[in-house]
Structure formats: C-alpha cells, structure tokens
T-cell receptor
C-alpha cells in the first residue's frame, strides 16, 4: 500500500490554465507539506498543514492555494499557470506537529510542465 | 536568511571508490536529517543525527554531525551502482518549525 500518494504523476498544460494536484497519506500523520523541486533539484517548502490548519506559508504567489479537507488529504490548486511554475511538486507528511524533528515521508511527485 | 549548502554539487566516481558529501549551515541546527533521492524518484529518509559530534553508520554509509552542530557529512565506502542519486541534508534552525533542505549532491557512478 502506498503511504503518500499524489495524482496526477504528470501534468502538461498551457500557460494561463488552472490546475490541481491531489495528495493523500494513509500513515495517520498529523502534518502534511507541499514542496517544489526545480530543474536544479533544489527542494523548497511551500506550505505545511497540521490537522487541517495552515502552519507554514512560505513566500509563494497567491496563485497557489492549498486546501486540506481532512488531515489525510492536502491538495494544491494553482491559478493562471506560468512557465516558471514548471517543476516537480512533492507532497510529504510527518507524524506530529511540524517541529522539524520528525521524519518526512514523500509522495512520488507530480511533474508539472507549463507550455 | 537561513541557508544550508552542500558540496560538491556533483560527484562522479568509479564504482568501488569512496564518496563524501558535506553539509554546512549558516546557523546552528538542532538536528540534521539525510535523505536520498534516486533519479526520477522521491526523497527517502536515511537517518537523523541529534547530538553534537554524533557518528552513525548504516552498512557502507557513515554520517557525522559536527561539534558545533553547523555541519554534517555523509561518507560512502566502496560505492556501488545502487548508490546513484542525489543526497540531501536537511535541518531546522532553533525555533524554526520547518526543515530547510540543503542544495543536494548528485552522485553518479561509473561502472
């Protein structure tokens, strides 16, 4: 059974479109995250939710809006996609509150390509 | 702002040679974690170090946390093709709730 799953795995879309990425974890963890990995492999945190509550909101354009319907799910909606949004987006989860001492479990990633 | 740098950025080694990646933080870390990302894959947790000067081993991998808790290293002895991937260190800063990932070291093995 997949611990952290994301859909879709690949997403190719035109500039200006709106798209969503979904994430689910079956580990019973309280905290979920979205990371962006660019072409140089730099991993940067975007958002963190703990029990459906937004905890970390990095300097991310407000075109990106996360939503957590319950603690097992964290979705990412992106409006008006731009070329620079092309990247791999990883969802991750950790057990407790985001104290940054817990191990993070990553999903398989969603490769977003904006044309 | 907080920075976690890794060197080298890329490393190509012959199979059987040793490999080391170094992680340096601009500020003190309460702990350091190491992750491995295979090509096309996702980061996978390897280990966490907490104590100053701590050394941990996992088979051919040796992890070290510096005395000042601002740097760390990962050493692989006698690399194998299965070691290919990008190795990231990650650490929070005191009072900070998020993990900051290092810039990563991409290891390729020449058979």
């Amino acid at each position: 059974d997949t611990a952290v799953s994301q859909t879709p795995k690949y997403l190719v879309t035109q500039m200006g479109n709106d798209k969503s990425i979904k994430c689910e974890q079956n580990l019973g963890h309280d905290t979920m995250y979205w990371y962006k990995q660019d072409s140089k492999k730099f991993l940067k945190i975007m958002f963190s939710y703990n029990n459906k509550e937004l905890i970390i909101n990095e300097t991310v354009p407000n075109r990106f809006s996360p939503k957590s319907p319950d603690k097992a799910h964290l979705n990412l909606h992106i409006n008006s996609l731009e070329l620079g949004d092309s990247a791999v987006y990883f969802c991750a989860s950790s057990q407790g509150t985001p104290t940054a001492t817990d191990t993070q479990y990553f999903g398989p990633g969603t490769r977003l390509t904006v044309l | 702002g907080q920075q976690v740098m890794q060197i080298p950025q890329y490393q190509h080694v012959q199979e059987g040679e040793d490999f080391t990646t170094y992680c340096n933080s601009s500020t003190t870390l309460s702990n350091i974690q190491w992750y491995k990302q295979r090509p096309g894959g996702h980061p996978v947790f390897l280990i966490q170090l907490v104590k100053s000067g701590e050394v941990k081993k996992q088979k051919r991998l040796t992890f070290q946390f510096g005395e000042a808790k601002k740097n760390s290293s990962l050493h692989i002895t006698a690399t194998q093709t299965t070691d290919v991937g990008t190795y990231f260190c990650a650490g929070p800063h005191f009072g900070n709730e998020k993990l900051t990932f290092g810039t990563g070291t991409r290891l390729t093995i020449i058979p």
